[in-house]
């Protein structure tokens, strides 16, 4: 059975940084790209963060990231990261990652697979 592990969420001061992890079973690493989306309140739709393809040759990031997060992968440990850096308010939501046999992109229709989610609280 397919599952997507998230963890690494907490409660951040604003300029902190943290980084999420999510671990992958049950899929071929290589085949698929992973996602992350985060989601600010409940009802409101995902919001794409970043992606990374199978091979870790492209990658995409939100327009909001700014250069802030850096999105990795180590197929051998089946997991993905995504560092985050100078964490604003702003960035609080939940944040899922997911996993596509598509190409890499924040499209959050594209991904089959999703994870249970990690809080990450931005707050002084």
């Known amino acids: 059975q397919v599952q997507l592990v998230e963890s690494g969420g907490d409660l951040v001061q604003p300029g902190g940084s943290l980084r999420l992890s999510c671990v992958v079973s049950?899929?071929?690493?290589?085949?698929?790209?992973i996602g992350w989306f985060r989601r600010q309140a409940p009802g409101k739709e995902h919001e794409g963060v970043s992606?990374?393809?199978?091979?870790?040759?492209?990658?995409d990031y939100g327009e909001f990231v700014k250069g802030r997060f850096t999105i990795s992968r180590d197929n051998a440990k089946s997991t993905v990261y995504l560092q985050m850096d100078s964490l604003e308010p702003e960035d609080t939501a939940v944040y899922y990652c997911?996993?596509?046999?598509?190409?890499?992109?924040?499209?959050?229709?594209?991904?089959?697979?999703w994870g249970q989610g990690t809080q990450v609280t931005v707050s002084s």
């Open positions: 997911a996993a596509t046999a598509r190409q890499c992109r924040l499209r959050s229709d594209w991904f089959g697979y």
């Open positions: 992606c990374i393809s199978g091979d870790s040759r492209s990658t």
């Open positions: 049950d899929l071929t690493m290589d085949y698929y790209a």
